[in-house]
């Protein structure tokens, strides 16, 4: 059963890719809508009964399908492992993944490519799926490369558009410089651990044998992967451009796959995290920056496509505060939270931006309250939800990581998560408000949404407003069911429930306060500005990071590939090259006078070596 989970996707994906080969042009809707659908929906029965045979008492599930590599004592096969970790990603990866999947059949139904896109989907679900039962770090890897695939030639699907294929590359290379990190990591786990076994379990085991040094090395390298998949400062940039890609790719990558493997690898390896507490102050910093800095950019941006997407690194931030403070579980329920109410962010921004024939500018709309009632409820929850609005799920999960942040004694961290939850309330309000109550700015004339775009809004609401109920902590008067499953090393926090209840009314407070300060600017009359402060324009343009990166990187890049390329390679080393040619050349010349086919030069040159020699053998007699 773990086996198929994660070899159906990759056949079906085949399947799709030889059959869209053959004929592109053949309209298949029902065929592509039928498989592209129906492997995730197999996918998540399967993982269902995969979770419930651990609720039962099972402690970890194996399978394997055949080795990989198999040199001396150093095996690697391409075998899976579920636990209580992976079994929950795996459970709301391939849920949501199949509700997203559902709604693209709708949104993408009169594309061209429909077949193709099918096929990189599925694909995309096979790697990660790949990534996060793989029982060893290689075959991690090898998903984690996928997904890095999969994400290009998604976010590239519209390759009509240079500026699509720009993002592609820019995610892509992106990701290659953070997966450097990450793969320096696993040689020198290999290296250091030998032939051991190289699973995870055997890791585990056998960690505390290296030394404090080598461990937090290889911390900090496998942190240096997850921040260019999760989009976490340095290696974000390519985060917000990834949406020009179709909508159900953004939240397939925002909620239920790519951007999510970064925190998911560190839960992972959080055995090696515990014993290098300074790595995790180190990634819980990060994390706090991201999220302060993606949710003060997300305040003034008017793509909707874009505020989700900085939202979501501002909500990864916290993820990374969480386990980076050794809160684990708290970050895995994160994760877990925000794939609902996410993917529903998203699905109902592609409804809103296909009702509008492909509008994305929030101050282009307005009004739709009254148009699209259904799409409007239920945004309207998932954004009570990402705002820490109780009792909607992102509650439950951002306030057990502020409160863990607070009681670890990391004042600062828990102050900028604090602000940082009022700001996301006051920029995912000012979104609503904008496109849902403020004044209609055209006589806009809708296009009817497929009910394979509605339903799915529907199903993610209720989980948007339950799921958080999992983890309902003991101040709550809950169990905190979800820490208790999977069993995490996660570091005690020890508050009273009197602190915490202060702390979570702050919290709510200042989301209440941004909702109303939303409200207030922009719930009756919503105009973008056309003049800009120097603040706002810096913010507008993103603090110039990607203009900074542009002079720093790239364009010195830019000048040693030129310099290469027009002046190191034609002048030094084509000339060395030309002048041995040259050399070779002349070098011929003069052997082809010698070795004419000529009998009289032949006659004359051995007359001459028998002169010189006798001459020579004359003159040594004369001598002696």
Known sequence: MINWIVILPFISALVMGIVYLADTKAKRYFFYTAVGVGTPLVMTILSFVLISQLMNGAVTIHGTLFQWIDIGDFNISLAFMADRLSAV???????????????????MKDEEGYGKFFAYFNLFMGSMALLV?????????????????????????YHQDRANIKAANKAFILNRVGDFGFIMAIAMLFVSLGNTGFTFESIQANIHT?????????GFLLFVGAM?????????????DAMAGPTPVSALIHAATMVTAGVYMVARYSFLYVEVPDVGIFIATIGAASALFAAIIASYQTDIKKILAYSTMSQLGYMFIAVGLGAYSAGIFHVFTHAFFKALLFMGAGAVIIALHHEQNIFKMGALK????LVYITMFIATLAISGIPPFSGFFSKDAILVAAFSSEHYVIWGIGTLTAGLTAFYMFRMLFTVFYSQEKADHTLQKLPSSMTYPLVILAIGSATVGLLGINEAYGGTSWINTFLAL???KFHLSFAVEYMLTALNVTLALLGMGLAYKLFASHATEPETHTLWKNVVI???????IYEFLIVKPLLLISWLIAKVIDPRIFDGFINLNVWLYKKAGFVFGKLQNGKVRYYALYILTGVSAISYYMLMELGVR
Do not use: R
Request: charged letters at 10%.
């Open 89 to 107: 990603m795996i459970s709301f990866i391939t849920f949501i993944g199949m509700l997203i999947h559902i709604y693209a059949a709708g949104y």
């Open 210 to 218: 290296l030394s404090p040094e080598m461990m937090t090395l290889i």
């Open 541 to 547: 343009n993103k603090f110039y990071i990607d203009e």
């Open 489 to 491: 090393p996660d570091l």
């Open 228 to 240: 260019g998949k999760s989009a976490q400062i340095p290696l974000y940039v390519w985060l917000p």
């Open 133 to 157: 039962l793989s029982d060893n770090p290689i075959m991690m890897f090898v998903g984690w490369e996928l997904v890095g695939l999969c994400s290009y030639l998604l976010i590239g699907f």
């Open 370 to 373: 009254k148009h699209l009632k």
